[in-house]
């Protein structure tokens, strides 16, 4: 299956908090998009790996996405190796998406922070014909950064306004991540303590400056090309 989009993070619920509005306003206009979580959670301090993902698909479901895909890499053992490189390039070949988009490469999770490097190396790798010769080497895609835990620099938002619904819903299928913990073995994290919340009004204050209700933000390291500039009816 080629991919329009393929969207990587660390964990199940990492691009559903930074751009499930975008990944619904996609899906919604035909786009084929694909989530890939580069672990299971499994360090995850609420719920076990099998409800993550259940919850994960439950999103992914709602939100429209074509796949989701899991590499099985070790939670909290993300590093740049020659192995996880060549699994998220073999991810990229394997869809052939336009674009792809990461992690902020600053976060207080370090976890983002070595998804954004990996996939950034895979990008570059993955258009290396001698490069793991036996998956055929594809265009480099755009690469775009979303924001988890923390703002960076912003320089392109979308409006998700029409969206913002959805989003919260999906991000509401991962109950064992974002509701008050119940049980012996449940523990309160910053995610069970207004995470959701906290969410809405950063993508809240995303917007503000365009005067959206509600935007999702991203970065990029490369100039971002455009053909026109249009100031009322007359071209520039």
Known sequence: MKLDILVF??????AE???????????????KVGLCDLTAAEMSSNGTVELRMKEAQQAADLLGVSVRTN???????LFITEEHVAAV???IRRFAPAIVFAPYWEDRHPDHIACSKLV?????NAKLRKYMPDKPAVPAPQLFFYFINDLGRTDLIVDVTKQYGLKEQALSCYRSQFTKPLGADAVSTPLTEGYIERVRSRDMLLGQRRLIPYAEGFATKVPYAVDLFTAGDQTI
């Open 89 to 91: 390039t073999a991810e």
């Open 120 to 124: 950034e190396e895979a990008v570059f």
């Open 71 to 77: 590499l099985g890499l070790s939670d909290r053992g």
């Open 9 to 14: 993070g660390a964990h199940a619920d990492d």
């Open 17 to 31: 908090i930074g751009m499930a509005g975008t990944i619904a306003k996609h899906t919604a206009a035909g786009l």
